[in-house]
C-alpha cells in the first residue's frame, strides 16, 4: 500500500483519488442503517446466517418496544427478516433450526390470527458464551453495554443494502467490510486497494474459504468487485467498484452493472488474476499486510481467555465529510456542470446527504424538485421515522414507477415560488430606487429642478399679486 502524494507519479493519479473519496461520502448515507454483526456467534453457532439471524435478535431482544411486557417475546415475520437481514425464506428456516438445536432462540405461534413470535433466551446463551471465553459472568445484565460487549465481542457493520446488490448475505457481508477498510484507508491517506488474505477474511467476518470464493465471484458477476496480485511474492489485493456500487444504490438494477465496463488495473509488475471458473481459491498468504484497528464500539474487553477471532470493533458510519484533494479549476468546473443544475435541499440535511440526495433524483431529472420537496415538507411534519436518504429512495421508486404524487411537497413549492416572487419584486424596487437616485445625482436633474422649483415660485408671486389686487379694489 501507499500514502498518497508520496511519490511524483502520484500528483497524476490526485483526480482519481479525489473522486473516489466523493464517491465514498456520497455512497455511506446510501447505505442506511446497519446489522451489529457479532463474529464471535459464527463460532458459537457454526453458521454465518445463523450468527446473523442471532445477532438481530439479541438487538430487539435489548433494544425493542415493550419486550420485557410481553416476556421476552418479540414478532418478525419472513418478509420482515428478510427485509432487516436480507436471508431469504429457505436460509431462514435453516438459520432458526440451528438456534433451535442449540435452545438459543424459542418459537410460539400467538394471537389471532396466529403469528410466529420468538424470544431469546439470554441466560441459555450467556452460558454458551462464557463457557466459549471461559468467563463465568454469573447473572449478567443485558441492559450493562460493556458487559454484553465483552461477551458478545467485536462486532462489523453488515448493510442489508449490499446483500441485495452483491447477490445474498454472504457477499453483502463481504462487500460491507471491505467498504469499511476502505473507508478506513482512505482516511488514513492510504491506497484504495485492500490487502487482505482468506484466514484474515475468515478471522474477521467469519467466512470459510469456499463461501469467500462464491462471494468474490458474486461480486466480480455484479461489476462490483475487483483483484489483481501484487508484490514478491505476490499477494491478492481487492477494491471495491464505487462508481458501479453508486449507480446500483441510486436506483440502478443490478443487471446493470454486468454492463459497466471494467477500467484498466494499475501496474503492479504482475498480471491481474481474475476470478478462476473452476472456483480455486486465488487468495494468497502474506506477510506483509494493512491492518488497521478500528475504535471500539464500547469498551475495551477486560480480557479474553479464548485465542478466537475479532479483533476489529464496529466503527458506525459518520456525518463527517470526506474532504477531496485540490483539483484543477477546469475539473471543479466539470463537476458543477455535472451536478444536475440548482436544486433547493431540505435544510436538515447533512452535506454528504445532500450529494446523496442529488444522486438518487438523477433518473427523475423533471420530478427531482418535486421529490426533495416532498421530502421537506415530510422532515418538518416529523413524519420521516427512517433516514432521510431511505425515506426519498422510496419517493423516487415510486416516481420512476409513475406512481409519485405531490402532496405535502405542493406546500414547499408554493411558498418558494412567492417568495422569489416577493424578491423579484424587491430587486425592482431597489433597481428604480438607484436608478432615480443616479438621475438626481446629474448636472441636467439638477437644471431641471432648479427651473422647475423657479416656475412654481413665478406661480406663487403672481397668486399672491392677485389677491392683493382683489383686496384693494
Request: proline share 4%; with cysteine.
Amino acid at each position: 500500500m501507499r500514502h498518497r502524494g508520496s511519490t511524483a507519479s502520484d500528483g497524476d493519479d490526485t483526480w482519481e483519488f479525489a473522486k473516489y473519496n466523493r464517491e465514498l461520502a456520497i455512497i455511506w448515507p446510501l447505505l442506511g442503517r446497519h446489522i451489529a454483526f457479532h463474529r464471535r456467534l459464527v463460532d458459537l453457532t457454526a453458521n454465518v446466517k445463523a450468527a446473523l439471524l442471532l445477532s438481530q435478535s439479541i438487538y430487539w431482544t435489548r433494544h425493542g418496544r415493550d419486550i420485557a411486557k410481553n416476556g421476552g417475546w418479540f414478532l418478525k415475520t419472513t418478509e420482515q427478516w428478510k427485509m432487516e437481514t436480507g436471508l431469504s425464506a429457505k436460509e431462514q428456516i435453516t438459520a432458526r433450526e440451528v438456534l433451535r438445536e442449540l435452545a438459543i432462540v424459542n418459537e410460539q405461534r400467538m394471537g389471532i390470527p396466529a403469528k410466529l413470535h420468538f424470544r431469546l433466551c439470554v441466560d441459555q446463551l450467556g452460558a454458551l458464551l462464557s463457557d466459549r471465553i471461559g468467563r463465568a459472568f454469573g447473572f449478567l445484565d443485558w441492559a450493562d453495554g460493556a458487559a454484553v460487549a465483552e461477551l458478545l465481542g467485536p462486532a462489523v457493520a453488515y448493510h442489508r443494502a449490499l446483500a441485495g446488490l452483491g447477490g445474498g448475505v454472504h457477499a453483502g457481508l463481504l462487500l460491507s467490510r471491505a467498504l469499511y477498510l476502505t473507508r478506513l484507508q482512505t482516511k488514513r491517506q492510504l491506497d484504495e486497494w485492500v490487502c487482505r488474505s482468506a484466514a484474515q477474511w475468515t478471522e474477521e467476518i467469519g467466512l470459510t474459504r469456499r463461501e469467500q470464493e462464491t462471494a468474490r465471484r458474486e461480486l466480480a458477476r455484479a461489476g462490483l468487485w475487483e483483484e489483481t496480485l501484487t508484490g514478491i511474492p505476490p499477494r491478492l489485493v481487492v477494491r471495491i467498484r464505487l462508481d458501479c456500487l453508486l449507480a446500483l444504490l441510486a436506483g440502478g438494477e443490478r443487471g446493470s452493472a454486468d454492463r459497466i465496463v471494467a477500467p484498466r488495473l494499475p501496474d503492479r509488475g504482475v498480471p491481474a488474476n481474475r476470478l478462476p471458473p473452476n472456483g480455486e481459491s486465488s487468495l494468497r498468504e502474506s506477510h506483509i499486510l494493512v491492518s488497521p484497528k478500528a475504535p471500539n464500539q464500547f469498551h475495551r474487553n477486560r480480557h479474553h481467555s479464548s485465542a478466537e477471532s475479532a479483533k476489529l470493533h464496529i466503527q458506525g458510519s459518520t456525518s463527517d465529510s470526506v474532504q477531496p484533494l485540490h483539483v484543477s479549476h477546469t475539473r471543479r468546473d466539470k463537476d458543477r456542470s455535472d451536478s444536475g443544475g440548482d436544486l433547493i435541499f431540505p435544510e436538515t440535511l447533512l452535506p454528504e446527504e445532500r450529494a446523496a440526495a442529488r444522486h438518487l433524483v438523477q433518473p427523475c431529472a423533471d420530478q427531482a424538485q418535486a421529490l426533495l420537496d416532498e421530502l421537506s415538507a415530510r422532515l418538518q411534519a416529523k413524519a420521516v421515522h427512517t433516514s432521510p436518504i431511505a425515506y426519498l429512495r422510496g419517493l423516487v421508486r415510486r416516481a420512476l414507477a409513475g406512481e409519485f404524487v405531490p402532496e405535502l411537497g405542493l406546500r414547499i413549492a408554493i411558498a418558494r415560488r412567492r417568495r422569489k416572487e416577493e424578491l423579484i419584486l424587491r430587486q425592482q424596487r431597489e433597481a428604480e430606487e438607484f436608478r432615480l437616485a443616479a438621475d438626481r445625482a446629474t448636472p441636467e436633474y439638477q437644471v431641471k429642478v432648479a427651473a422647475r422649483r423657479a416656475q412654481i415660485r413665478e406661480m406663487l408671486d403672481a397668486m399672491r399679486a392677485g389677491r392683493q389686487r382683489g383686496k384693494r379694489s
